[in-house]
């Protein structure tokens, strides 16, 4: 069984701020990791994935994170906000097993605040 | 290129009723999954359809059901309609590989009185 945390359901920072959004997960396997966005009124739009080698992913936006095995986390940076950041994050986990599909468990989702 | 397009955009039923929900994948990607976003939530699993056949399913009732035809679009199904099946479906679209990230589509808003 997978599963993902999400600390912080809102987070708020200024315009020029770091933004970190934390995600740590649990998974019997090794895992694939995911994070989406979701502006109002739209789908998922995937920022960033993390399958397997460098363990820093770059992703659209500006954004970046790190995975680290030992502490089961696979948090959400980016140096600078920018008042169109705003929106829902969400991190997600799949088994990289043979035979697991397409199924994402997704974490319960950080609302990012930007002021100007 | 055309991205993952969902129909209708919202819907609105009554207790009891049923409801199709329409989902036609990016052009190349043969894999659909069908996931269900309550008000507040992340998404939950609900079904994946890869080359017409059921390749996961998540822990939701009988009461709903979906399928992939030849063109690989997809439905899903909802029976007997419950309040609380009230949300956000969305439809996401994948190529074969196993690291294949998910290509999500707008979403159905699905509201039950």
């Known amino acids: 069984a997978q599963s993902v945390t999400q600390l912080g359901s809102h987070v708020s920072v200024s315009e020029g701020a770091l933004v970190l959004l934390r995600c740590n997960y649990s998974s019997s396997v090794p895992p694939y990791l995911f994070w989406y966005v979701q502006y109002p009124n739209q789908g998922l739009q995937l920022l960033l994935k993390?399958?397997?080698?460098?363990?820093l992913v770059k992703g659209i936006n500006g954004f970046e994170a790190e995975f680290k095995k030992s502490e089961t986390s696979f948090h959400l940076t980016k140096p600078s906000a920018h008042m169109s950041d705003a929106a829902e994050y969400f991190c997600a986990v799949s088994e990289s097993r043979r035979g697991s599909g397409d199924k994402l468990t997704f974490g319960t989702g950080t609302r990012l605040a930007v002021r100007p | 290129d055309a991205g993952v397009t969902q129909s209708p955009t919202h819907l609105i039923k009554t207790r009891g009723q049923q409801v199709t929900l329409r989902c036609s994948p990016i052009?190349?990607?043969?894999?659909v999954s069908w996931y269900q976003q309550v008000l507040g939530q992340g998404p939950q699993f609900i079904f994946q359809y890869y080359e017409k056949e059921e390749r996961g399913r998540g822990n939701f009732p009988d009461r709903f059901s979906a399928r992939q035809f030849p063109n690989y679009s997809s439905e899903l199904n909802v029976n007997a309609l419950l309040l609380g099946d009230s949300a956000l479906y969305l439809c996401a679209s994948s190529l074969v590989s196993q690291a294949s990230p998910l290509h999500f589509g707008n979403g159905t808003r699905l509201t039950v009185t």
């Open positions: 993390y399958t397997t080698g460098a363990t």
């Open positions: 052009s190349g990607h043969k894999s």
